[in-house]
């Protein structure tokens, strides 16, 4: 069987045609999904860039984005070390913005919430690692001994972390474990996240990134350093997949720059 790993970038001109493209191709790769394998397995990325992708599907979940969200099972790429109520939590986030506006659509047992309240974060952790074992094995979705998600969204800081795989913390040498806790220095604290196995196993991994923020990192990724990765977030390499970087045009800016 011949592996393929694909990196493609797509720019939009402004946030809001990034964000419909984004929202067209999560209910297209659903429907695809779904019809392949009965069930749309994705994990989603915290932070606020997603805000606009979740509020988008949920405004038009009855109309243009119509999904059979019964059959769409939502799981998360990493949590603060807080709980769900918390302004911080990434659970709180897309529950706000998504799934509780998407009413009967969604059955709860679809929503795989990271139990980031555990005051131990690695038993957190040891959790979401078991309920992911749990449903890869028994739904015989797995690569290489990994979970094969079919979609993983992840955003980039300006540090160039995705998840919550940061410079310099422990995560990014696990090669075993698919969920670890991690402990991030310069927030005083742990974060749960997918490990690169993980990420690596998916079918597509989409980064979703806006803003004159991240501009210069995404350089930085794409082009200063796109031979020799220094990044966490360069280290996400589907092993049999696709990495899309989906952009908006500030975020982009300084690609134009060194064209
Ligand atoms: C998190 C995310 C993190 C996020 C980036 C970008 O828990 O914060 O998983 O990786 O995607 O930090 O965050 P923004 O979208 O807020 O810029």
């Known amino acids: 069987m011949s592996l393929?790993?694909?990196?493609?970038?797509?720019?939009?001109?402004?946030?809001?045609?990034?964000?419909?493209?984004?929202?067209?191709?999560?209910?297209t790769l659903a429907k695809a999904a779904i019809t392949d394998?009965?069930?749309?397995?994705?994990?989603?990325?915290?932070?606020?860039?997603?805000?606009?992708?979740?509020?988008l599907l949920a405004d038009e979940a009855g109309g243009d984005l119509a999904a059979p969200w019964d059959k769409i099972q939502l799981f998360f790429g990493d949590e603060r070390h807080v709980g769900p109520d918390d302004n911080d939590s990434n659970y709180r986030m897309a529950n706000e913005t998504l799934i509780s506006r998407l009413h009967h659509k969604l059955p709860a047992e679809n929503v795989h919430r990271i139990h980031a309240e555990d005051l131990d974060a690695g038993k957190a952790a040891a959790d979401y690692e078991a309920e992911l074992r749990s449903y890869f094995t028994a739904h015989q979705c797995l690569l290489d001994d990994f979970p094969r998600f079919d979609l993983i969204l992840l955003g980039m800081g300006p540090d160039g972390h995705t998840a919550s795989l940061f410079p310099g913390t422990t995560a990014l040498f696990e090669n075993k474990r698919w969920v670890v806790s991690n402990?991030?220095?310069?927030?005083?604290?742990?974060?749960?996240?997918?490990?690169?196995?993980?990420?690596?196993?998916?079918?597509?991994?989409?980064?979703?990134?806006?803003g004159r923020d991240k501009a210069?990192?995404?350089?930085?990724?794409?082009?200063?350093?796109?031979?020799?990765?220094?990044?966490?977030?360069?280290?996400?390499?589907?092993?049999?997949?696709?990495?899309?970087?989906?952009?908006?045009?500030?975020?982009?800016?300084?690609?134009?720059?060194?064209?």
């Open 4 to 27: 393929s790993s694909r990196e493609t970038i797509q720019v939009f001109p402004n946030p809001s045609a990034l964000t419909r493209a984004a929202a067209l191709d999560f209910i």
């Open 37 to 55: 394998h009965g069930a749309f397995n994705v994990a989603l990325a915290g932070g606020s860039t997603p805000k606009r992708l979740y509020t």
């Open 216 to 259: 210069e990192m995404v350089h930085e990724v794409l082009v200063t350093h796109k031979d020799s990765p220094l990044y966490p977030v360069q280290f996400v390499k589907p092993v049999d997949g696709e990495k899309v970087w989906m952009l908006d045009s500030d975020a982009s800016g300084n690609l134009n720059a060194s064209a």
């Open 183 to 210: 402990w991030v220095e310069k927030f005083k604290t742990h974060r749960i996240t997918f490990t690169y196995p993980v990420l690596n196993a998916a079918a597509k991994v989409i980064l979703f990134v806006a």
